[in-house]
């Protein structure tokens, strides 16, 4: 544990290297950009680390575990976007790893999504058009 203590707080030249794989200059550098931030204690940006690697970690097992890269014995980017849409946990990686599709399917998407833009407008000229017919009647 002593080892651990001493790769948190610095002091160790090359032992907190042992124990995270991320780079901490860079952990410190992303810690700094946020403009609410003066100034990072060692131990947060080894903890920050060490978490993000258990994480990464985590989602890289579930997402072998559940994926169809086991059959091959690799983990591949749908199996991570499969992980990030079916899982709960991981729900929140959607946006970030969304299925991959060809262009030529999310062109068709794009213009079915205009066709029924265009037929909810028109649905709504026609709506209103009543409704100031039915004004001028009564």
């Known amino acids: 544990m002593a080892a651990g203590q001493s790769g948190a707080s610095g ?3 090359g032992g907190e290297n042992r124990l995270v794989s991320l780079p901490l200059s860079r952990i410190r550098v ?4 946020s403009p609410e931030v003066s100034s990072i204690n ?3 940006i080894f903890l920050t680390a060490k978490a993000t690697e258990m994480f990464v970690q985590c989602l890289a097992t579930y997402s072998y575990k559940h994926g169809q890269g086991k059959e091959s014995k690799a983990l591949t980017y749908s199996d991570l976007s499969h992980a990030a849409e079916k899982s709960e946990t991981f729900q929140f990686l959607a946006d970030i790893l ?3 599709i060809l262009a030529s399917k ?6 079915k999504e205009k066709k029924g ?3 909810e407008d028109e649905e709504e000229d026609e709506n209103s ?3 100031s017919e039915d004004e001028d009647t009564s």
């Open 117 to 119: 833009e265009q037929e």
């Open 30 to 33: 992303i810690m700094k950009s």
């Open 129 to 131: 058009e009543n409704e």
């Open 98 to 100: 969304p299925k991959k």
């Open 106 to 111: 999310y062109l068709k998407m794009l213009e």
């Open 42 to 44: 060692p131990d947060a």
């Open 11 to 13: 002091r160790s030249g």
